[in-house]
């Protein structure tokens, strides 16, 4: 798999997707809801265009609204409990991808460090990468 054209889906493998483009940004976000989201530390998410994203089998959802007033919804598996991706109001064109749901998630490269703020020193950060405390450009 490239990160031309990615493919993935949830753990039971009753809900399947493609993303035809290459990501726009790659983080690993540290951020609370990321957090709960994924289980871990932190989330590590590709920032995908909407465009072409196909997905087969109906994946449920969970909304909220994030602290700067956009509603935020989490998308993932009724049956299996897979968190797959997440989307945004105010960014209704891209697809936050969980990496750990793709098929081959080896072609991830992070290119930051998102909302270190609220992150722990036991789960540590790449001192190669830029750190954002919140958001790039807040
Ligand atoms: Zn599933
Ligand atoms: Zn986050």
Not at 1 to 26: D, N, V
Not at 76 to 87: E, I, K
Request: glycine share 12%; net charge negative; hydrophobic share 25%.
């Amino acid at each position: 798999m490239t990160l031309e054209t990615m493919t993935g889906g949830c753990r039971c493998g009753s809900i399947r997707y493609h993303i035809p483009g290459a990501p726009k940004f790659q983080v690993q976000c540290h951020c609370r809801q990321c957090q709960q989201t994924s289980g871990g530390g932190h989330a590590s998410i590709m920032v995908c265009s909407n465009e072409g994203f196909e997905m087969s089998g109906k994946a449920s959802t969970y909304s909220y609204t994030s602290g700067d007033g956009n509603e935020v919804t989490h998308h993932f598996c009724q049956c299996c409990g897979a968190p797959l991706f997440n989307t945004n109001s105010k960014f209704a064109k891209a697809v936050y991808v969980m990496v750990g749901s793709l098929d081959d998630p080896t072609v991830f490269e992070p290119q930051r460090h998102i909302f270190t703020g609220e992150g722990y020193d036991w789960d540590p950060k790449n001192p190669d990468l830029s750190h954002e405390i919140t958001l790039p450009g807040r």
